[in-house]
């Protein structure tokens, strides 16, 4: 089968070279013409590439297939652009991280001039191509049902994962790595909530590793460390040095928390121990956000993964002025001494 494909960066790229491994063929649109030298040179004549939209629309096979995948901010001006070029019957599909209520307005703007769209969230970032991506999808039955030869072919597989016990015959969609979630907007919903749950899991490895670093407190106490927080009732509890790397390393075996976002901080762990190349400002482009609105919306309690998405604004140093104010009120009413600005 042939997919066209909008954005040839990191993720566009592994998709296309992982379904071109699979027997399919490509076509790129991509502005960056190295970007389509670095795909052509890997993909032979599978793939073909161009810098010009309405050529790349001209060489697809009709009913077309077209993957977008460039960053969310920019998929709504080609979608609108496709809306222009494309005819009854193809496909458009939205493989970024959207907002789930974006594809709702996509998929009733196209409607009208026969062009269906899908909205794929893609879940397994730079490990993809090798691991294969998660795909959950929203839009038509009829429309997931053409893609799937492609959807086979870009999910991980079901032996990815062994099998649940009761699970026999046939593996379904979900068994293989893919998902028809619901209709326009439900691949991006559960994309966007699978996201408010990595920031909470995230949070608590994090957090629980912090707790780690910190058990050998009971040896540093000293007169400006006391003078900040209450002195330590018993610091022969806190004579501990944790080898945090070897402890991630093992709780990958056999334990309750072992897990692929375990592994991938075993690994960080092992080649900067002391995490000295990151600084400790921890971005977020939109879903946590997202999730606790729709949790608001719902009236669902999600209290661990505000407080994950709070701490990543704490992490950026959003909550100094609030510190500082506890600072002033504390000194206000109880006279205390509070440490001046470094
Ligand atoms: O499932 C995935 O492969 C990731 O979730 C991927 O989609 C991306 O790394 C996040 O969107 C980052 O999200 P934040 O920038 O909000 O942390």
């Known amino acids: ?55 790349f629309v001209a060489a697809l096979e009709t009913p077309r297939v077209v993957w977008v995948m460039i960053p969310a901010g920019a998929t709504g001006a080609v979608v609108d652009q496709l809306g222009e070029l494309l005819e009854p019957g193809d496909i458009v599909i939205d493989g970024g991280n959207s907002r789930y209520h974006e594809d709702i307005a996509r998929a009733k703007t196209l409607a009208p001039k026969g062009i269906h769209y899908l909205d794929i969230g893609t879940s ?7 691991r294969g991506y998660c795909l959950m999808i929203g839009g038509e039955a009829a429309q997931v049902a053409h893609i799937e030869p492609l959807l086979k072919s870009i999910a991980p597989g079901v032996d990815a994962a062994p099998r649940t016990p009761g699970r026999t015959g046939e593996p379904s969609a979900a068994e293989q790595g ?44 000293d007169d400006e460390h006391s003078a900040e927080v209450t002195p330590l009732e018993h610091p022969e509890f806190y004579r501990y040095d944790i080898d945090i790397p070897e402890v991630t390393e093992v709780w990958r075996r056999g334990s309750v928390v072992a897990s692929w976002l375990l592994d ?59 510190d500082k104010a506890l600072s002033a009120m504390r000194q206000a009413f109880g006279g205390h001494h509070e440490l001046p600005k470094k």
Not at 124 to 130: D, M, Q, R, Y
Not at 192 to 199: D, K, Q, S
């Open 1 to 55: 089968m042939q997919l066209g494909m909008i954005g040839l960066g990191r993720m566009g790229a592994n998709i296309v070279r992982r379904i071109i491994r699979d027997g399919h063929t490509a076509v790129g649109y991509e502005r960056h013409q190295q970007n389509i030298d670095d795909l052509s040179a890997d993909c032979g004549g599978s793939f073909s590439g161009t810098t010009d939209l309405s050529k």
């Open 124 to 130: 397994g970032g730079v490990w993809g191509l090798e």
């Open 178 to 221: 893919y998902l028809h979630c619901g209709p326009a907007g439900a691949g991006h919903f559960v994309k966007m909530v699978h996201n408010g749950i990595e920031y909470g899991a995230m949070a608590a490895y994090a957090e629980g590793m912090n707790i780690l670093h910190k058990a050998n407190v009971g040896n540093q106490q």
């Open 264 to 322: 991938l901080t075993a690994e960080a762990l092992y080649a900067d121990p002391n995490l000295d190349s990151f600084g400790g400002r921890v971005s977020d482009s939109g879903e946590g956000r997202w999730t606790l609105d729709a949790a608001i919306d719902e009236g669902v309690p999600a209290p661990v993964l505000s407080a994950a998405l709070f701490q990543r604004f704490s992490s950026r140093g959003e909550s100094l002025y609030a």
